[in-house]
């Protein structure tokens, strides 16, 4: 659906035109979106080896997983003074809703109508936006290559 090269805004635009046609691919793509934006920032913001957080991530699905290695690897990362996850993504509950809705969609338990996706969508939406915001505050563009650490020899 995306491709590796596609910036930010115009996954963005994708999502909001699907929203007219098929408002649940839409919501699946808005939260799709989140995860590969804070799944970059996590890399980026970290402070353990590349391979090392990418391990970490090859392992998380969900949220509240995302939050907790977030923690590990940004909120307790002495170089930088970054919030925790709940609190970068000002409106944490919508960002939850959008992502229950998600599963539901994923699982074949439920269908949506434009109206109810919308506001998941742009809750979705809003939430990448904050954390690409925090990341252009500590100089990282999360369209472009992301700073490289390596493990170190002992």
Known sequence: MFLVQDSSSSREERIK???AEDASLSALLAVIHFEWTVRRAIIALGTSPNVVV???LAKCHGLAKYKDVWKDEVFLNDQRKVERLSEVVKNWEGLGRAFRLRHRLVHGATSCGTDYARERVHWALNA???VRTVCAGNDINLDARLPVRRCTKV
């Open 128 to 130: 990448t936006y904050d």
């Open 54 to 56: 990418r391990a970490k």
């Open 17 to 19: 035109h699907f929203l």
